[in-house]
């Protein structure tokens, strides 16, 4: 990382989660565990006499106890700094590409709170190949939650040198442990995760992180002032750049935490109004030349808010300036949280006030679509990853795929651990029946395109933190299909999506589109696509332009996936298992 933090990490195993000084700091202790109870400054007296006495023994053991598990599971493990080092290189070169809110050039090991570089090294034990490594992981993610849940209060007062507020490191370091928590192959860390996962916004809100004004760009240096300015003020611009990534990341968490759970999220996304980030490329850069030179080529910084975008998505008769901004897929990414929220926001047949319906949220997602793929500046990876997540909350507006999974496996009595397990008699699901509607035609559509998108992914970017819901989602629909008696379907070889979320808006929708797309809503409906004629359920005149698909082939090849995804993701393997016997159902 920083040529000045090489050997930072050479860390004594016994001091492993606690300081890495000879003594430690007041913020150290805050988190230590006693050796004994007795070393407390005051003693809360004697310990009564009577029948209670054997009582208060029994308490005074179970906190010792609890107290010192964690600790004593991080010493039997046998930490190394090599372990350790390695896991930090795979968390900046794996990990970081496709969730980008550290900054690798910049990050120092010293002025790090120990708290972060435990979830950090959590986070990159995943993708190593040693047998022990997740168990290690898991060792170092419980030290890191419990040093946060009992000295939240002190760590959310540190202010790093070129922070904006205070509590900035907290923030990244509760993102990284829900990472690590949503996606764990341990299902009372996921739960744990769940349970915790607002707490990122109470802490922002309380250390004012929110109203933390952005960089003045104006104060970018010239390429000749001295090489200390330059230094300073990208660190600055950097500092405030991670501040404003970990705070939407909370919003990316958001929603696939929402999605995951089966709950709404636990803010508003619509009400977002947090600024774009900057583009991929001036954040990457590793020098403070190179990022003048980049920042200084770009547009001024766009000032939207994803507020400001989410409302002209429902309001696109306004001039739809954002479209043709230069959005990362950051941003991206954040805009479609905001849109499942609003889908998991309408998880009935009745419309709750002021939320929009479903046909109006596959309209937003009809226009992000058409945002992504004419936006240049994307690379081609982000591209796909972006889209990838389009189709997963596509599929989720046609049918929530949680649902589907639980209604398939108490059907045939399968035990799954990825959703929760609510009354399944109160939203029940005909699968035979659902299967030969339009919706069902639609959503097997999408399935098909994530699996397609997966397969496309080079590895290196084959471990993206939506990736495992959304094949999942599209596995379901696959064997609801192939269980309910049709396995193999004619597709049309090339998919117009418009059509496919067009297909099922409502009439009253047509006072959201304007005169040009009304006129072409209606040649649409003189001139048939073979999208169109697919989803409505009509047999092509000819097998011309159409293709065939067995989804029962497709499933096997979904189970090698999953193999190769819980590598990584270890929730991947609870998804793999409940696959395995709809699999072993549809022989």
Same mark, same amino acid.
């Given at each position: 990382?920083?040529?000045?933090?090489a050997?930072?990490?050479?860390?004594?195993i016994g001091?492993?989660?606690f300081?890495v000084s000879?003594?430690p700091s007041p913020?150290?202790l805050?988190f230590a565990t006693?050796?004994?109870?007795?070393?407390r400054?005051a003693s809360i007296?004697a310990i009564?006499?009577?029948?209670n006495t054997?009582?208060?023994l029994?308490?005074s053991?179970?906190?010792?106890n609890?107290s010192?598990s964690?600790?004593?599971?991080?010493?039997?493990n046998?930490?190394?700094?090599v372990?350790?080092?390695?896991?930090?290189?795979?968390?900046?070169?794996?990990?970081?590409?496709?969730?980008?809110?550290l900054?690798?050039a910049?990050f120092v090991?010293?002025?790090c709170?120990?708290?972060?570089?435990?979830?950090?090294i959590?986070?990159g034990?995943?993708?190593?190949?040693?047998?022990?490594?997740?168990a290690k992981?898991?060792?170092?993610?419980?030290?890191?939650h419990?040093?946060i849940a009992?000295?939240?209060?002190?760590?959310?007062?540190?202010?790093g040198?070129?922070?904006?507020?205070?509590g900035?490191?907290l923030?990244?370091?509760?993102?990284?442990g829900q990472?690590?928590?949503?996606?764990?192959?341990n299902r009372?860390i996921r739960?744990?995760?769940?349970?915790?996962?607002?707490?990122?916004?109470?802490?922002?809100?309380r250390?004012?992180?929110?109203?933390?004004?952005?960089?003045d760009?104006?104060?970018v240096p010239?390429l000749?002032t001295?090489?200390?300015?330059?230094?300073h003020?990208?660190?600055?611009?950097?500092?405030?750049?991670i501040?404003?990534?970990?705070?939407?990341a909370?919003?990316?968490?958001d929603?696939?935490?929402?999605?995951?759970?089966?709950?709404?999220?636990?803010?508003?996304?619509?009400?977002?109004q947090?600024?774009?980030p900057?583009?991929?490329?001036?954040f990457e850069?590793?020098?403070a030349n190179?990022?003048?030179?980049?920042?200084?080529?770009?547009s001024?910084?766009?000032?939207t808010s994803?507020?400001?975008i989410?409302?002209?998505?429902?309001?696109?008769t306004?001039?739809?300036?954002?479209?043709?901004t230069a959005l990362?897929?950051?941003s991206y990414?954040?805009?479609?949280?905001?849109l499942?929220?609003l889908?998991?926001?309408?998880?009935t047949e009745?419309?709750?006030?002021?939320?929009?319906?479903r046909?109006?949220?596959?309209?937003?997602?009809?226009?992000?679509y058409?945002?992504?793929?004419?936006?240049?500046?994307l690379?081609?990876?982000?591209?796909l990853?972006?889209?990838?997540?389009w189709?997963?909350?596509?599929l989720?507006?046609i049918?929530?795929?949680?649902l589907?999974?639980?209604?398939?496996c108490?059907?045939y009595?399968i035990t799954?651990?990825?959703?929760?397990?609510a009354?399944?008699?109160?939203?029940?699901i005909? /699968?035979? #029946?659902?299967?030969?509607t339009s919706?069902a035609r639609? =959503?097997?559509?999408?399935?098909? +395109?994530i699996? *397609?998108l %997966?397969?496309?992914?080079?590895?290196?970017?084959a471990?993206?933190?939506?990736?495992?819901?959304?094949?999942f989602s599209?596995a379901?629909?696959?064997s609801?299909?192939?269980?309910?008696?049709?396995?193999v379907?004619?597709i049309?070889?090339?998919v117009?999506?418009?059509?496919?979320l067009?297909s099922?808006?409502?009439t009253?929708?047509?006072?959201y589109?304007s005169?040009?797309?009304l006129?072409?809503?209606?040649?649409?409906?003189l001139?048939?696509t073979?999208?169109?004629?697919?989803?409505?359920?009509n047999s092509?005149?000819?097998?011309?332009g159409t293709?065939?698909?067995?989804l029962?082939y497709? /499933?096997? #090849?979904m189970?090698?996936?999953?193999?190769c995804?819980y =590598?990584q993701?270890?929730i991947? +393997?609870?998804? *793999?298992? %409940?696959?395995?016997?709809?699999?072993t159902?549809?022989?």
């Open positions: 990382m920083s040529g000045d933090a050997h930072q990490l050479q860390i004594p001091a492993l989660p300081s000879a003594s913020s150290d805050a006693p050796s004994s109870f007795d070393e400054p007296g009564p006499s009577g029948g054997q009582a208060v029994d308490v053991r179970m906190v010792s609890l010192s964690v600790t004593m599971a991080a010493n039997s046998s930490f190394t700094s372990f350790l080092d390695e896991c930090l290189h795979m968390f900046f070169v794996k990990f970081i590409p496709t969730f980008p809110i900054h690798r910049t090991f010293r002025d709170a120990r708290t972060l570089l435990l979830n950090a959590a986070i034990s995943l993708y190593l190949g040693q047998k022990d490594a997740v992981g898991e060792t170092l993610w419980h030290l890191a419990t040093a009992t000295s939240w209060q002190t760590l959310i007062t540190h202010r040198e070129y922070d904006a507020c205070e900035v490191q923030i990244i370091t509760a993102v990284l990472v690590y928590g949503t996606l764990s192959k009372a739960t744990t995760s769940q349970a915790f996962h607002s707490l990122g916004f109470v802490w922002a809100r250390s004012g992180m929110f109203d933390s004004q952005p960089f760009l104006r104060l010239a000749d001295p090489e200390l300015d330059k230094e003020q990208w660190r600055l611009w950097v500092s405030r750049e501040q404003q990534r970990a705070l939407l909370h919003y990316m968490l929603g696939l935490i929402s999605q995951m759970s089966g709950e709404p999220t636990s803010v508003r996304h619509a009400t977002n947090l600024n774009l900057s583009s991929e490329a001036s850069a590793s020098t190179e990022w003048i030179s980049i920042i200084r080529l770009e001024p910084s766009d000032t994803f507020r400001t989410l409302r002209q998505l429902f309001r696109p306004l001039e739809k300036r954002w479209i043709n990362s897929a950051f990414k954040v805009i479609l949280e905001g499942q929220s889908v998991s926001d309408d998880d009745e419309t709750a006030v002021g939320v929009p319906t046909s109006e949220v596959r309209h937003a997602l009809c226009q992000v058409e945002g992504i793929t004419t936006n240049s500046f690379s081609s990876n982000d591209r990853e972006t889209i990838l997540r189709h997963s909350i596509c989720n507006t049918v929530d795929s949680s589907l999974c639980r209604t398939l108490s059907r009595n799954q651990h990825i959703w929760r397990n009354d399944q008699s109160k939203h029940s005909d /699968l035979v #029946s659902w299967v030969t919706a639609s =959503a097997v559509l999408h399935a098909m +395109a699996q *397609e %997966v397969e496309q992914l080079p590895r290196g970017r471990h993206a933190i939506t990736m495992p819901s959304a094949l599209a379901t629909v696959y609801v299909f192939t269980l309910a008696g049709h396995p379907m004619q049309p070889c090339t117009v999506w418009q059509d496919v067009s099922g808006r409502q009253t929708t047509n006072s589109l005169l040009s797309e006129s072409a809503s209606s040649q649409i409906s001139h048939e073979e999208t169109t004629k697919y989803i409505q359920g092509p005149a000819s097998p011309i293709t065939s698909r067995n029962l497709e /499933l096997n #090849s189970h090698k996936l999953f193999r995804l =590598a993701w270890g991947a +393997a609870d998804m *793999e298992s %409940v696959l395995e016997q709809w699999i159902l549809c022989h």
